[in-house]
């Protein structure tokens, strides 16, 4: 029975693709990606070449059901997001549950994931950690959302672009300007940077530069990870 796997590609630098999943995209029938574009950048690079299918949020339900008549056929199929694991933020978990609905296997090929590359050098930040995504790009609807999640007192992950940023960190840093707070920017990139401090500190570090370039991944510590972590941590 043909297979549908979600492929987890680099997030920025290109030597984060692993074995496993260039081995996949050479051996399945056609690849479908978020943006056929740029996913043909990536296999171009590894001198892979595919017929390939549009599956982005916008058309995802329709989408989903070519590639279930392509499996029909019995074509195997790879499916990549613009960077970084599908599902966590971006398209991919609508096609892997009508694909299973449909009765065919769904297989993970591991790979990197903003998230959980902030996550890896963040340091401690309380016992449960929760995965939020994008905010509302709605100042009040933000704002509510941030009290709740400040309100849990579990740590949280948020996503960011350069032209909210810096509004994100004042919102941050009004609810508690002293929650620690680990910004990762252009993760895996040439120019990447990690900011780790107290929320009102990090925001003043971005609201004094004069451009902001690249994309964001912002860790809030929970209550138990506000400070500094003891040697006990």
């Known amino acids: 029975m043909a297979v549908l796997y979600i492929v987890g590609t680099p997030i920025g630098n290109l030597g984060d693709i692993t074995m496993r999943a260039l081995e996949t995209f050479r051996s399945v029938d056609l690849v479908a990606a978020e943006d056929t574009r740029h996913t043909l950048e990536l296999l171009t690079h590894f001198e892979i070449r595919k017929p390939m299918l549009s599956c982005r949020a916008q058309n995802e339900d329709v989408a989903a059901g070519k590639i279930i008549e392509a499996l029909k056929k019995g074509q195997n199929v790879a499916y990549a997001s613009d960077a970084g694991t599908p599902g966590i933020s971006d398209p991919g978990s609508v096609l892997a549950y009508k694909v299973r609905q449909a009765g065919f296997k769904v297989v993970p090929i591991p790979g990197a994931s903003a998230f959980a590359a902030l996550v890896s050098v963040a340091g401690p930040g309380g016992k449960t950690l929760v995965f939020e995504g994008f905010l509302s790009p709605s100042p009040g609807k933000r704002r509510k959302r941030l009290r709740e999640l400040f309100e849990s007192q579990k740590a949280f992950v948020l996503y960011e672009s350069p032209f909210r940023i810096v509004k994100l960190l004042?919102?941050?840093?009004?609810?508690?300007?002293?929650?620690?707070?680990?910004?990762?920017?252009?993760?895996?990139?040439l120019h990447e940077e990690i900011v780790d401090g107290p929320a009102a500190q990090v925001r003043d570090d971005f609201a004094a530069r004069q451009s902001i370039k690249g994309e964001f991944a912002v860790f809030v510590a929970g209550i138990l990870g506000k400070g500094r972590p003891s040697d006990d941590e």
């Open 170 to 189: 004042a919102d941050i840093a009004d609810i508690d300007s002293e929650r620690r707070v680990v910004v990762g920017r252009e993760l895996t990139k």
